[in-house]
């Protein structure tokens, strides 16, 4: 079963998306902010990340860099109400390998999960 990490500050987005991800039969551990999403990494085997960019303390995209320095290969999927092209492409250079505006639409969400870990 994959398991998927979900970071964001917004406790009821959290919950959201990991009532949809366990319903499609993922496994989910949650962190509210980058620092406690790097945590995360250090104690699970992630297979995807889903982060916010907007949060407390380590952003969405710090976070990302940390884990590309620390050698981390995790595909990560930034969902944030952010639409700006140039922190599209700062992502990108982070290993960000999706980039969905909120709100997002499950089903697409989903289909991308499923296309990038190919089941």
């Keep these: 079963m994959p398991r998927i990490l979900v970071v964001d500050d917004a406790k009821t987005m959290r919950d959201n998306l990991k009532e949809l991800l366990i319903s499609d039969g993922f496994e989910v551990v949650e962190a509210e902010n980058g620092e406690q999403g790097l945590e995360m ?34 595909p990560i999927f930034m969902l944030t109400t952010q639409t700006s092209p140039e922190l599209k492409v700062k992502a990108k250079e982070y290993g960000v390998m999706a980039w969905m505006v909120k709100p997002h639409n499950n089903e697409v969400l989903l289909r991308g999960i499923r296309k990038v870990l190919k089941l």
Excluded at 47 to 64: A, E, F, R, V
Aim: with cysteine.
């Design 41 to 74: 990494m250090g104690q699970y085997a992630i297979d995807l990340i889903i982060s916010d960019l907007n949060m407390p303390g380590m952003d969405g995209i710090t976070m990302c860099s940390h884990i590309k320095q620390q050698g981390f290969n995790v």
